[in-house]
Nanobody, 123 residues
């Protein structure tokens, strides 16, 4: 079993930055692809980005490309989401996920999920 805990969310003004962290316990994340998803009120959960097991390949939704960066530190069993130039439409609960089948945009491809952290961007 893998337990994932996100942190770093909060309230920020449009144009600001936040860095989310997702720390794992119970098992090393070294062989898992890691993804970030978000869910705004009344909307479905959507893919934000993902990183492969080594950190050598990253993938992003078009809506965040160029603004968000995913990285991972396997020694610390942690994945990060650096969010810059935040917009009000980025407001959502952000969750990290781990999956053995490789980086993917689909929710169903991930085996473990964190509880999420709220990000609110004011205009």
């Amino acid at each position: 079993q893998v337990q994932l805990v996100e942190s770093g969310g909060g309230l920020v003004q449009a144009g600001g930055s936040l860095r989310l962290s997702c720390a794992a316990s119970g098992r090393t994340l070294r062989w898992y692809a890691l993804g970030w998803f978000r869910q705004a009120p009344g909307k479905e959960r959507e893919f934000v980005g993902a990183v492969n097991w080594s950190g050598s390949s990253t993938y992003y939704a078009d809506s965040v490309k160029g603004r968000f960066t995913i990285s991972r530190d396997n020694a610390k069993n942690t994945v990060y989401l650096q969010m810059n130039s935040l917009k009000p439409e980025d407001t959502a609960v952000y969750s990290c996920a781990a999956g053995v089948s490789g980086p993917a945009t689909e929710v169903s491809k991930y085996d473990y999920w964190g509880q999420g952290t709220q990000v609110t961007v004011s205009s």
